[in-house]
């Protein structure tokens, strides 16, 4: 029984879904589905029920699940620990956005706990680089939002939120319970600078080319609509002054918020950081 065989299982498991897992796994459905049976026929149990109505976990299936957690946990501490030994001990860390989000805030706590021996290094960046500095290799690995170029990346979704348009509340618009982008057509929008990732500038900007002024980080989008009357987007949930207000988009896609790593990094710390990333997201 290898750690891969189990750490499929228990994506599997948690997702109750062979495509989510498999997208959360970075691979195909076909070979994640085989792995799978070949780790029931190896045991002599089967893990989960199958049906038309979806997936579910068997008695042996849960069973295992915590076993699983319990023996990918121990060999997690290993490889950190080993990791530490050898004098790798620090983890910098991209932070794009609100640090308020209490995922992040139960990441810091867990990993923290999980790792006391690790200095955690966190690089707060603007809104113009989504990879919060990773391609510069100013970062081991990224709390981000999608979407990005991912090119030489690996993304790990860990939680999508819907988003909504920032406005201010003495707006005519504030008043509704939701809107749509044709609703803001006509509006001037605040606007990322030239050279921003394409894919990131077209997902705030509602897949249009805006008007408006350009700003470069959360603080300058609040004071560009407070004192313009400019328009934008953000995830909703976030903590904004009474003068503003955000109304749902009802057509726009959710939010993705994700960590991001270089392709070819096998720096455990990463490794871990991602697993417990994950739970903490997850709760």
């Known amino acids: 029984m290898e750690l891969r065989t189990l750490r499929y299982f228990v994506a599997v498991a948690e997702e109750l879904h062979f495509g989510r897992a498999a997208v959360r796994l970075h691979m195909s459905q076909p070979p994640l589905s085989r792995a799978i049976r070949q780790l029931e026929s ?5 893990l989960f029920h199958r049906s038309a109505a979806g997936v579910s976990l068997t008695s042996a299936g849960a069973t295992l699940l915590d076993e699983a957690r319990a023996l990918l946990d121990h060999a997690e501490r290993i490889r950190v620990r080993v990791a530490v030994a050898a004098g790798a001990a620090v983890l910098t860390v991209g932070i794009l956005g609100d640090g308020t989000d209490r995922g992040a805030q139960r990441l810091a706590v867990a990993y923290g706990l999980r790792h006391p021996d690790v200095e955690v290094r966190v690089r707060e960046t603007d809104l113009t680089d989504p990879t919060c500095g990773l391609r510069a290799g100013l970062v081991d690995v990224a709390l981000t939002r999608a979407p990005f170029d991912e090119t030489g990346l690996t993304v790990h979704r860990l ?20 809107l749509e982008l044709a609703d803001l057509a006509s509006r001037r929008w605040f606007r990322f600078p030239d050279g921003t990732d394409p894919l990131w500038r077209a997902y705030w900007n509602g897949g249009e080319t805006r008007e408006g002024p350009v700003v470069r980080g959360v603080q300058e989008c609040v004071q560009a609509v407070l004192w313009n009357g400019t328009v934008g ?4 949930g976030h903590d ?11 057509d726009m896609t959710p939010s993705p918020v994700v960590a991001a790593w270089k392709e070819d990094d096998t720096n455990p710390l990463v490794r871990s950081f991602v697993r417990i990333a994950t739970a903490a997201y997850r709760d």
């Open 233 to 236: 987007m953000a995830p909703l």
């Open 159 to 178: 939680r999508a939120d819907p988003v909504g348009a920032v406005l201010r509340a003495d707006d005519p618009l504030a008043r509704r319970d939701r």
């Open 240 to 250: 904004l002054s009474g003068e503003l207000t955000v109304v749902p988009l009802t």
């Open 42 to 46: 190896d045991l002599g149990a089967a």
